[in-house]
Structures are given as C-alpha cells and as structure tokens.
C-alpha cells in the first residue's frame, strides 16, 4: 500500500488562515504521514536563506524522520522556493528536474553565494551531480530572454545546455499540453505564481497558466515517469490581509494535495 507522505514548511504564517492547512497541521499530530515543520523561529530564511538557516531546516526534516525527498511538500510563499534547493539535495540517483513557475529563478548570487528564491535553480544546476536536466514551464518570455543572455556571457553559460523552457506565450497558444522527454525519473516543483490570478493569489506577478493545464501537463508525466516528490509554493503576502486570497489558496492546496497524492505516494 502506498502511504501519502505530506510536509508543511510554515515560514511566515500565512497557512493560519487556510482551512485545508489547518486541517493538515491539526491530523499532523495522529498521522505519521503528515509532518509540520515550524520554520517560523528559524532566522535568516526571507528570500535569502543563509547557511546557518540551512542547517536548522535540514535539521527539522530530519527530526521529523524524514529521509528521502518523496511526498508532497508545501513550502510556504515565494520567498522560500529555495527549498526546491534543499528537498532536491536529497536526492541520490539520476533526475529530471521540472518546474513550473513565472520566473525562471536563475539568477547568479549576489551575496557571497547565499541560497536565494531567486537564484536556486542555477544552483540546482550548477552543484547536484545528480540532476540530468531542468525544464521550467510558463516562463515569462522578457524573463527567458534576459537570464539567457546574463547567463551565456558568464563561465557558467553550459549549464543552459541542461535547460529547457517552455515559456508563458507558448502556453497560452494550445490547449494541448507541451510534450518534452526526459529521463524516466523527475521532481516537479510548482509556483503558483505561474497560474492566472484566478487561480491562485500569490506574492509575486502572475503569469496565465491555468489550473487544468497544469494538472495536464503533470498527469501526461506521470504517465510515463517515476516522480520522486513534488512542492508546492506561492501564497499571499504574510503582511496583507486578504480573505478572499486565503479561501482561493486553501482550496487550491487541498485540490493540488488530492490530485498530486497518487503521483508523489511512497
């Protein structure tokens, strides 16, 4: 029987006022299955996680016996989708990389090689022997064009030879979900930042995807390939009260935890 391994990475507080959340962190007390990890006193984690940070939080995923990346991971807002970065270190066999997101998250550390939300796909790319190739999907276009450009005109430019995208226009041209080939295992990574706003209420600019589209493009992988774990990141900012952005992403939470748990069960 496969079991549905579920965590919750509360960084900013913003899950409080979620109902399917509150569920998850009310059944995380009788079900070994379902882990929250309360991230909230850990510092140095907004946008930038430095080393320090990144060591408490191994040290939380690993307190609460966890000891593969596989399962659902919920991974608070934005900010903190370098912990794409952290879940994928765990890793330890040959993998395929795909994310869907408006941003391509790829830009080069401006402090000292500090771990960014910004940033970790690059190094994804750059320090994990195990990853084959990355695919970021519903990129927006000026975005892919830009970091192309930063990237080829530095000593780091083959790390795009690892790299695909599917970028935001491309989408929004079918209903047909993209096809692309990869190796036959993969670890999805989902900003909700790439779905239209109707879809989701997110810290950061929106691209156009649809929900439908993204559970398309998911289901015809899982098709045909061994995904080891999927996150989840993209909530509202913890500072603006919005009523209608929290039931949007509750129930977006609980649709995604639903539809996923088959693809990402252990």
Request: proline share 3%; net charge negative; with cysteine.
């Given at each position: 029987m496969q079991r549905k391994l579920i965590s919750v990475h509360d960084f900013s507080g913003v899950y409080a006022k979620q109902p399917f959340m509150l569920e998850l962190r009310e059944s995380a007390a009788s079900n070994r299955d379902i882990h929250w990890l309360d991230c909230t006193q850990i510092a140095?984690?907004?946008?930038?996680?430095?080393?320090?940070?990144?060591?408490?939080?191994?040290?939380?995923?690993?307190?609460a016996g966890i000891t593969s990346a596989c399962g659902i991971h919920f991974i608070d807002g934005g900010n903190y989708?370098?912990?794409?970065?952290?879940?994928?270190?765990?890793v330890q066999e040959p993998f395929s990389l795909v994310v869907f997101d408006h941003h391509p998250d790829m830009q080069a550390p401006r402090f000292g090689?500090?771990?960014?939300?910004?940033?970790?796909?690059?190094?994804?790319?750059?320090?994990?022997?195990?990853?084959?190739?990355?695919t970021l999907i519903g990129v927006a276009d000026h975005l892919v064009d830009e970091i192309r450009?930063?990237?080829?005109?530095?000593?780091?430019?083959?790390?795009?030879?690892?790299?695909?995208?599917?970028?935001?226009?491309?989408?929004?041209?079918?209903?047909t979900p993209p096809s692309f080939s990869h190796?036959?295992?993969?670890?999805?990574?989902?900003?909700?930042?790439?779905?239209?706003?109707a879809y989701a209420a997110t810290n950061w600019d929106q691209g156009s995807l649809s929900t439908e589209m993204?559970?398309?493009i998911i289901a015809g992988l899982a098709a045909s390939h061994r995904i080891l774990g999927i996150d989840i990141c993209g909530e509202r900012a913890r500072d603006i009260e919005d009523s209608r952005a929290d039931a949007l992403n509750s129930e977006l939470n609980r649709e995604l935890a639903e539809f996923l748990a088959p693809f990402a069960a252990s």
């Open positions: 140095g984690t907004d946008c930038y996680c430095d080393d320090e940070a990144v060591n408490a939080i191994r040290g939380l995923i690993a307190d989708h370098y912990m794409s970065k952290i879940w994928t270190d765990m090689g500090i771990l960014s939300c910004g940033g970790w796909v690059l190094e994804v790319l750059k320090n994990n022997p195990f990853v084959q190739s990355v450009t930063e990237i080829s005109q530095t000593d780091e430019a083959h790390v795009l030879d690892k790299v695909t995208f599917i970028k935001e226009s491309e989408l929004r041209k079918t209903d190796p036959s295992t993969l670890y999805i990574s989902i900003d909700k930042d790439a779905l239209a706003p993204l559970k398309s």
